[in-house]
């Protein structure tokens, strides 16, 4: 083999070498992505989503910092309230990279920094808190450890976005003792339900029964309100037959006498209509009767008659 084919293979194989140098320092960063770039060992620059390539030799990608929003639940913490109970709380922390060069720079190990600054904040949380306090302020315990983590972490390039307690596991004779004041509430709560709706149905009856006797009252006082009207009706009626007979009776009466005076009746005949009038006044049942001083008279009458009657 010449001098010349020697170079040419040399060179070829440094072309492939140079080829396969250059390739391996494209990098393509995706959009969720940012990558720290270092060069000769110190910070260079971030690339951002795009086409890059490195200075092969020179510079490398020293961390690959995703911007995603990321989850972190930590195992359960043993806490001790202001009333010395000691519970187990575990807590879950949303949070978000917001410089990659703070993030790879900032603190060794990110994700335990946080975990341990989660549970000294914590338990400082809940040191000023007692049990029942604890059991009831969620939402006061996620607002100061977001306040408080968010804070510490903002040198660290991290938004801590949310923190949530997930579970609060009081010691087991503590739920146990909760377990029954919750039953005891809960019976509570059943029998003043209870006596509750027998009231209501108390009041709906009486109120059902006083509203009965109010409408048969009503009733009652309709009736003899038409009752009295109708009495009072019929009393009129009868008093205004009674009345219209007298009118009757009197203009009647007065028909005989203005009929009696048109006649001009004899002293005989008038005599003789007293005479019956006595008659009959004798066939009643009283026990004296009053004779007028002219009965003679009436007698001599009652003689002239049948004298009369035997001439014809």
Known sequence: MSGIEVFLVVLAIIVFIGLLIFIGSIRIVRQTNKYVVERLGAYHTTWTVGFHILVPFIDRVTKIVTMKEQVKDFDPQPVITKDNVTMQIDTVVFFTITDAKLYAYGVENPLAAIENLSATTLRNIIGDLDLDETLTSRDIINSKMRATLDEATDPWGIKVNRVEVKNILPPKDIRDAMERQMRAERERREKILLAEGEKKSAILLAEGKKESEILNAEADKKAAIMRA????????????????????????????????????????VLKIKQYEAMMKVSEGQATKIIIPGDMQNIASMATAIKEVIKDK
């Open 229 to 268: 009207q109708g009495q009072a009706e019929s009393t009129l009626t009868i008093k205004r037959a009674e009345a219209d007979a007298l009118i009757m009776v009197k203009q009647a009466e007065a028909q005989g006498i203005e009929a009696i005076k048109k006649a001009s009746p004899s002293e005989a």
